[in-house]
């Protein structure tokens, strides 16, 4: 009889020791789980109102590094000092705080890593906005970017926490974000956009185009010779509300209207150059540049006219 119980317990250790009981933590050599892991922001030292984005990359043992900044969850030390908000960090008071990233799964694996953070109640020597000028059509916008100086390092303002304003909302707006409009003022319009942060200002200015009213399109010559294998050079010009005009030729596209293949129709390196390969009569030649078109017949002829 012992000798049978001796057998059937080296019999269970042996069918638990191969896994029978199934699910708890994974086996010693899975290499989907990260052997480490580094915890690493753009900015680690911080002043008081700002914020940073952190990465957050894992090592394997038989694999490359990879990123799990979304895989990870954040958690701070100190959320007076700084909290967390996804894989943002931001800088409540001074002091400093151990942010740490923890990874885990289904099977109860769990890697964390830990960095510190450094906050500083500091205002910025100055603000420089990027870009310092910048041109727009009416409707087009423009992202703009606050860096602020703080003496010892400099670092890009989140948007939402820096005040933006135009000083001329009819000519171009500016919102939360940094995104400028251009309006359409009917004639050439600046605006100056003011970034604010902590009492210091930064400036750039945004020039508004007047507002494209109709293109047109002419050809020299209007008839193509495919026995000589003639090429036309289709022109685009732009009528603004201030009555100045612009040469569109290069921005266009431009299309055939025929589906027979009588003129080959440039619009690489070359745009708008038209060029023969069949006599096919009359091709009307389109140029689309935004929602504006223009059209131009050419003659596809054999011979002289």
Known sequence: MRTLNVLLLMTLLALFGCGGGGGGASAPNDFSIP?????????????????????????????????????VVLSSSNTAVASVAGSTVFANSSGSADITATWSNSNGDV???????????????????T????????????????????GT?????????TDWVSDD??????????????????????????????????????NVKPALE?????????HINVLTG????????????????EDLTSQAFYTASTSIQGVVVNNGTSPGLVTG??????????????????????AVIEGEL
């Open 230 to 245: 003639d090429s036309t050079q289709m022109t685009v010009t732009g009528l603004y509300s201030d009555g100045s005009t």
């Open 169 to 206: 909302t009819s000519i171009a707006t500016i919102n939360s974000s940094g995104i400028a409009t251009g309006v359409d003022y009917g004639v050439d319009g600046t605006a100056n956009i003011t970034a604010s942060f902590a009492g210091v200002d930064g400036q750039a200015v945004i």
């Open 277 to 298: 390969v069949s006599a096919v009569g009359t091709v009307t030649i389109t140029a689309t540049y935004l929602t504006f078109t223009a059209t131009e017949d050419i």
């Open 111 to 129: 890697v964390t890593t830990k960095m510190t953070v450094t906050v500083a109640n500091v205002i910025p020597t100055s603000i420089t906005v």
């Open 153 to 161: 390092w400099s670092q890009v303002l989140f948007h939402s926490l």
């Open 35 to 71: 052997t480490s892991m580094t915890l690493s922001a753009d900015y680690p030292t911080l002043a008081v109102g700002t914020g940073t984005l952190t990465t957050t990359t894992g090592h394997y043992a038989q694999s490359p590094d990879e990123d799990l900044t979304g895989s």
């Open 214 to 222: 109709s293109i047109s399109m002419s050809a020299n010559p209007t």
């Open 131 to 150: 870009p310092a000028t910048a041109t727009v059509d009416p409707g087009q916008t423009q992202q703009f970017t606050a860096t602020a100086d703080f």
